[in-house]
């Protein structure tokens, strides 16, 4: 956030407590001049219903094109994380291998 390329979205609920945090950062490809907003942390502290979801990816979405960004990203392992994105409109494209050493 501090070098001007990424973002933190905050939800609250009634309370202000803190519901859910989103960081996001923007990549352009210095070669290929495309622009994608990575989701780089998606968390939820308290339960948060998929209209709740749309409405804050719908944000980051406007976001991602006023910015002309050509896509938006993110990996998970999370089950939960992976059904919302899916929700809201995000499709799988690859897979993430991983190896431990």
Known sequence: MLNDKSQCFITYDSN???????????FEDLITSNRNLNIRC???????????????FDIIKQMA??????????????HR???IGNFVGFKE???????EV
Not at 16 to 26: F, G, H, V, Y
Request: positive net charge.
């Open 16 to 26: 202000r407590e803190l519901k859910a945090l989103c960081i996001t950062e923007i």
């Open 93 to 99: 494209v690859s897979t993430n291998m991983i190896m």
């Open 65 to 78: 094109v006023d910015s002309k960004c050509n896509k938006i990203t993110f990996q998970t392992s999370n």
């Open 81 to 83: 994380i992976k059904s």
């Open 42 to 56: 998606l968390y939820a502290f308290k339960v948060t219903s998929n209209k709740e979801w749309r409405e804050g």
